[in-house]
């Protein structure tokens, strides 16, 4: 038919979805790909610590962070089964982390839920003082 299109009707979009380059597949004929907004954090509180304690909390704050599965900071990896850096509880607009201990300086932030890297619209990095330690000789 001259200048006509053909086209197919459908009643859901019709995309080709891939993750760092990949095209996904699926291994039946009708499967569905259902976008996810992503996670965003928009604050880390506090952002500077000068002194350490035994238990320390970082509370992330954002949007869709029900989901957080692994935090790290400065490279140090936080999860729920970490014991120096753990994942305390996880809502939709926050994320409560406890640590004893990490190294010192400007440590970054990067958050991780079930559908990857949260993006980070806000504070990235957290400040921690050195810390002094006294030893008494015997």
Same mark, same amino acid.
Not at 17 to 43: H, K, Q, Y
């Given at each position: 038919?001259?200048?006509?299109?053909?086209?197919?009707?459908?009643?859901?979009?019709?995309?080709?979805? $891939? $993750? *760092?380059?990949?095209?996904?597949?699926? *291994?039946?004929?009708?499967?569905?790909?259902?976008?996810?907004?992503?996670?965003?954090?928009?604050?880390?509180?506090?952002?500077?610590?000068?002194?350490?304690?035994?238990?320390?909390?970082?509370?992330?704050?954002?949007?869709?962070? $029900?989901?957080?599965? $692994?935090?790290? &900071?400065?490279?140090?990896?936080?999860?729920?089964?970490?014991?120096?850096?753990?994942?305390?509880?996880?809502?939709?607009?926050?994320?409560?982390?406890?640590?004893?201990?990490l190294p010192y300086?400007?440590?970054?932030?990067?958050?991780?839920?079930?559908?990857?890297?949260?993006? *980070?619209?806000?504070?990235?990095? &957290?400040?921690?003082?050195?810390q002094s330690i006294?030893? *008494?000789?015997?």
């Amino acid at each position: 038919i001259k200048f006509t299109t053909l086209n197919s009707t459908y009643s859901k979009p019709q995309v080709q979805v $891939r $993750r *760092n380059g990949i095209l996904a597949t699926c *291994n039946t004929v009708d499967c569905d790909f259902e976008f996810t907004d992503p996670s965003t954090v928009t604050d880390l509180v506090p952002a500077r610590f000068d002194t350490l304690k035994n238990s320390n909390i970082l509370t992330i704050k954002g949007d869709g962070l $029900r989901d957080v599965d $692994r935090v790290l &900071i400065g490279g140090m990896k936080c999860t729920k089964e970490t014991e120096l850096c753990k994942i305390e509880s996880t809502g939709p607009f926050e994320t409560i982390i406890s640590f004893s201990a990490l190294p010192y300086g400007t440590l970054g932030v990067k958050v991780f839920t079930k559908h990857g890297l949260a993006l *980070n619209t806000g504070i990235q990095s &957290i400040y921690v003082a050195p810390q002094s330690i006294s030893l *008494n000789p015997s």
